[in-house]
């Protein structure tokens, strides 16, 4: 079990007492120069947002292993054709805990709407003032939301109960929501919404979903919230709409690039990212480092699934997760 963090040693524990099961952890990634230190196990499990090089899959074929799983939802570091060729099936953990990252959106949303972030810097400054940050609440707004799956459908669902209006935006329409939110095309929610959700796989098709076009379309009262992938959002086109007050703020859970900064301590030092140095200069804008995931629930199911999905494999059968 590759790039283990202290918070899922427990969790592995946990699993290895239940299942009788051998379970090696190690911190570093899989890469070329690592991919040799497999040989001799049966299984392997990773975590990473850097891209799993061509020359490691041979490597793994060698060793006699016949999967990969990924303890995360996104698998796009994982070149599935080079899988493939050299014998492995690929998993992952689309579903580790919805609500997690749903309960982040709505954490976000709370925030934005309320100016909780910009309120935060007055207080520093010892300004304590409050005109011209009048809040709405969160009843009297309409959450529009892109990508109505497994999370996108549980932040409806969190929306929903406290009164919100929902409208939402997915390529496939599920007939058992439409009693929970309504069914539009994509501009019609970028038009309409006073938040954007953004609960999307990273995909060709999903890759600057929210450009430059995507932000002129949303109202300048409105707020994105981006709880999936950094690359969904045109990063640069985002800067410049928050420049130019085309939109009210954002809330980024993820970022483009964010494996050179994220989980990383950077105090004092120079940020690796002119794009970063800019949204934290914004005032309407709050950050936080890829912790959708993070919760005591996520963390035990991302482990669970993933090993589960390893021994189902090796015992011959076929996992649901399979990508």
């Known amino acids: 079990m590759l790039s283990v963090r202290e918070h899922e040693k427990a969790a592995i524990k946990d699993w290895e007492e239940r299942n009788q099961v051998e379970v090696e952890t190690v911190s570093w990634e899989l890469h070329p120069e690592t991919a040799p230190k497999v040989d001799g196990f049966d299984g392997l499990v990773v975590q990473q947002r850097s891209k799993i090089e061509a020359a490691v899959y041979p490597i793994l074929k060698r060793a006699n292993l016949k999967q990969i799983t990924t303890r995360t939802a996104g698998y796009d570091m994982v070149d599935l054709k080079a899988a493939a060729a050299n014998g492995l099936v690929v998993t992952n953990v689309p579903a580790y805990s919805p609500r997690s990252v749903a309960e982040l959106a709505l954490a976000h949303t709370m925030r934005l709407i309320r100016n909780l972030e910009i309120f935060d810097k007055r207080m520093e400054k010892q300004d304590f003032r409050w005109e011209g940050l009048q809040a709405a609440e969160i009843h009297s707004l309409t959450i529009g939301i892109i990508g109505a799956g497994r999370i996108g459908e549980t932040s409806a669902r969190i929306f929903k109960a406290l009164g919100a209006r929902v409208i939402a935006y997915d390529i496939k329409e599920r007939e058992e929501l439409k009693d929970l939110l309504e069914y539009k095309s994509k501009e019609e929610v970028l038009a309409q919404a006073d938040v954007i959700c953004l609960h999307v796989d990273l995909n060709p098709s999903s890759v600057n979903l929210i450009d430059e076009k995507a932000l002129s379309l949303m109202k300048p009262t ?102």
């Not at 949204?279 to 589960?308: C, E, K, W």
């Open 222 to 323: 409105a707020y994105l919230v981006n709880e999936c992938r950094g690359p969904v959002v045109d990063t640069d086109a985002l800067i410049a709409a928050l420049e130019k007050n085309k939109i009210a703020g954002a809330a980024l859970d993820t970022l483009t690039g964010e494996e050179n900064f994220f989980n990383f301590n950077l105090a004092g030092k120079k940020l690796p990212s002119v794009q970063l140095e800019k949204l934290r200069s914004f005032n309407n804008v709050i950050l936080t480092p890829h912790v959708g995931f993070y919760t005591n629930i996520a963390v035990q199911n991302m482990v669970d699934i993933s090993l589960n999905d390893v021994v189902t494999i090796l015992n011959g059968g076929k996992s649901v997760h399979q990508v």
